[in-house]
């Protein structure tokens, strides 16, 4: 996805398309990367003391009338004057989809951090389908693999990932209920990411966005004479006093921002910025937090239409 600014892009968009195809020559150390995030992390989203339909027991509580006969416990309600049913905990798998933006933008890397914004991306997402197929919970690649529900699936995830072609969230897959995970830098022009969002808004899951950027992508140290490039286009840009554009560029970069976070605070949406020179751990846990409070919502209110 295009950028404001990039500073100067070594090698040219040439050389960046070429990279942008060799994801998988980095699997493998992301992969390791994302373990060491993910272990930092606690886990463990069952047992979150959530009524529901489960297979493992809770706790006893008073039969509430209008109820089925059938969901007393009867060797327990011998020993009072009162009937009691057997609750038990909500155990079913949640359903998460993700996706990263591979697209050239991302490859950005500049002198003030030590990952590219797309390594970064990568990470989060490996890390956080650790964390979640490690819980129990159902993930899957948006627009590249079905969903799954195994211990390996940030192996199988790194493995479609190698496969997988820049391109934009494939909304199609997306379920009433499910939540979805967008890593991005989000630079593009407002309508067409607002465009895609609308997708997501029709299809009814909720959507979680990481705006990952270059800590040189807000800070604009540039002065001087200065080119810059865009990494989709090739476009070449010089500017003969750099300096003059960071009010402008700042101001510019708030302004989406704001208009991106007032669509998620509408939506009841997640809206986050990571910089690529703070730790992986940061967003991580945030993220985990708030997909594990929309996992709690939508097990009690399961919970209360099946009651």
Same mark, same amino acid.
């Given at each position: 996805m295009s950028t404001f600014a990039t500073g100067s892009a070594d090698g040219g968009v040439r050389g960046a398309l070429t990279e942008a195809k060799g994801v998988a020559s980095g699997l493998p150390d992301l992969l390791i990367e994302a373990r060491r995030v993910a272990a930092t992390v606690v886990a463990g989203w069952h047992g979150r003391r959530v009524a529901g339909r489960g297979e493992?027991?809770?706790q006893f509580r008073p039969f509430m009338p209008g109820e089925a006969a059938s969901t007393v416990d009867w060797r327990r309600s011998a020993r009072d004057d009162q009937y009691y049913v057997r609750e038990k905990e909500w155990e079913a798998a949640h359903m998460v989809w993700l996706w990263a933006d591979l697209s050239p933008s991302m490859m950005f890397r500049s002198r003030l951090s030590t990952v590219s914004k797309r390594d970064r991306a990568l990470v989060l997402l490996l890390a956080l389908t650790e964390l979640l197929s490690t819980a129990g919970e159902r993930v899957g690649l948006?627009?590249?693999s079905d969903p799954m529900l195994a211990r390996n699936a940030a192996e199988r995830i790194a493995d479609f990932l190698s496969r997988a072609e820049p391109r934009p969230p494939e909304t199609r897959m997306l379920r009433r209920f499910t939540d979805v995970v967008l890593i991005g830098d989000f630079l593009d022009p407002l309508p067409k990411t607002e465009a895609m969002l609308d997708a997501v808004v029709g299809s009814g899951?909720? *959507?979680?966005?990481?705006q990952v950027?270059?800590?040189?992508e807000e800070t604009f140290p540039f002065s001087g004479r200065t080119e810059f490039i865009d990494p989709e286009s090739g476009v070449r840009h010089?500017?003969?006093?750099?300096?003059?554009?960071r009010d402008d560029y700042q101001a510019r970069l708030a302004a989406l921002r704001e208009r991106l976070s007032l669509i998620c605070r509408r939506l009841d949406w997640s809206f986050l910025i990571h910089r690529t020179d703070r730790p992986a751990t940061e967003p991580l846990l945030a993220i985990h937090a708030r997909?594990?409070?929309?996992?709690?919502?939508? *097990?009690?209110s399961a919970w209360g239409q099946a009651a």
């Open positions: 493992t027991f809770w948006l627009g590249e899951a909720r *959507a979680h966005l990481v950027v270059d800590p040189i010089t500017v003969g006093r750099a300096e003059q554009y997909l594990a409070d929309r996992h709690s919502h939508a *097990a009690s």
